[in-house]
């Protein structure tokens, strides 16, 4: 019995198609206290994401966090989760869609398949990987939709790639989009988003940039991402022409007790609460749709930390999530990345692929 996935019933009359792998972090299935603990111990597990040896971390995950940590988190989910499910899962499923349609538009080709995977959780990435295997993808780009490239996030994307692409028997030609964190439609589009607020709600005293986290010693080995977010946060900067006294740049949602990239988010809101800032407004330009990070921590809990504090306006600025703009983006990246590739071109007519079917019949194809 082959130990790969084999491909016997290839047709000579099916074209080919470039397949978009669009994949994100991932969100449990519900926010019940099993699927949680499921999701958590999938995520925590990765050896991108916790750096330590495995027995210790195995000990502390299922001896401490997975019998305490499941419960709390549960609340938080239930408390963002909405009628049609998890946030970044719905936000990401319209992004496929909308990408797909804009793709077809954009070239016409009807060769182009985007297939959407969660690095953790459903759907998988190698579900995603079988469905443009299926619709017969013999070339794939990798779009992590990670703006700032990170190993916790951007490589453990690939990682997840090459797992599964180790049990195929015909391997699809691949490409891998890196990062985007400065990319003049991105840094553009985050401009615009901002603009937009400040249409409605009033430019503030303070714009704060807020960035996931990650542990300092990530950066200290050679992680880009502190480097990368400083970027991009620069550049929308000098889109906006904010004078350097009206910005700051944050990091959120560290866990455990080492020390994470620094200055906090909550720590910088206190202390701009208690020193007389009285109007803030907060964005995550890391994260590419929102999702448990941004709408309960930064949206909600540090609303709740910032007003306590002596605060009296607090804003948060969304994601781009599907915006106009944001789906333009990731269009141009798809140009940009798979530039090169027939089907960005134009793909076989009917006639070439009869003709082709043809040929192979004549030397014993079976069909």
Not at 94 to 121: C, D, F, P, T
Not at 204 to 218: A, M, V
Not at 333 to 339: F, G, I, R, S, Y
Request: hydrophobic letters at 40%; charged letters at 20%.
């Amino acid at each position: 019995m082959s130990a790969f996935i084999n491909t016997p019933h290839y047709r000579h009359d099916q074209p080919e198609c470039l397949g978009i792998l669009l994949a994100n972090l991932g969100t449990p299935n519900s926010p019940s206290v099993a699927d949680v603990r499921r999701y958590l111990a999938e995520f925590l597990w990765d050896r991108r994401v916790v750096e330590m040896a495995r027995l210790p971390w195995w000990l502390i995950l299922h001896g401490v966090i997975l019998r305490t940590r499941p419960a709390h988190s549960a609340e938080v989910y239930q408390s963002v989760w909405t009628a049609e499910g998890s946030p970044l899962l719905v936000i990401a499923q319209q992004q496929a869609a909308a990408l797909q349609l804009r793709l077809n538009e954009k070239y016409h080709s009807g060769a182009i398949k985007v297939a959407l995977g969660m690095r953790y959780g459903k759907p998988a990435i190698a579900t995603a990987l079988t469905e443009l295997r299926q619709a017969n993808a013999r070339r794939i780009l990798v779009f992590p939709l990670y703006p700032q490239y990170s190993s916790s996030t951007t490589a453990a994307v690939f990682d997840a790639v090459t797992t599964e692409l180790q049990r195929w028997r015909w391997l699809p030609e691949l490409r891998f989009i890196n990062n985007y964190h400065d990319h003049p439609a991105y840094i553009q589009a985050l401009a615009a988003s901002i603009r937009r607020h400040w249409d409605t709600h009033g430019e503030p005293e303070r714009l704060l940039f807020s960035f996931h986290g990650i542990p300092q010693k990530y950066f200290d080995l050679g992680d880009p991402y502190y480097c990368q977010c400083q970027k991009t946060a620069r550049l929308v900067i000098e889109q906006l022409g904010l004078a350097p006294e009206r910005w700051f740049l944050a990091f959120q949602s560290r866990l455990g007790k080492q020390e994470w990239l620094r200055p906090y988010t909550d720590h910088t809101l206190h202390e701009w609460a208690a020193a007389g800032i009285k109007s803030v407004q907060v964005l995550s330009p890391g994260f590419s749709a929102d999702c448990l990070e941004t709408i309960e921590e930064i949206d909600a809990e540090n609303r709740q930390r910032f007003l306590a504090a002596g605060g009296e306006r607090y804003s948060y600025i969304p994601c781009l999530n599907a915006a106009a703009e944001h789906i333009e983006l990731l269009a141009e990246l798809v140009a940009q990345h798979a530039c090169g590739w027939p089907e960005l071109t134009g793909s076989m007519t009917a006639a070439e692929l009869a003709q082709r079917q043809t040929r192979a019949l004549a030397r014993g194809a079976e069909q």
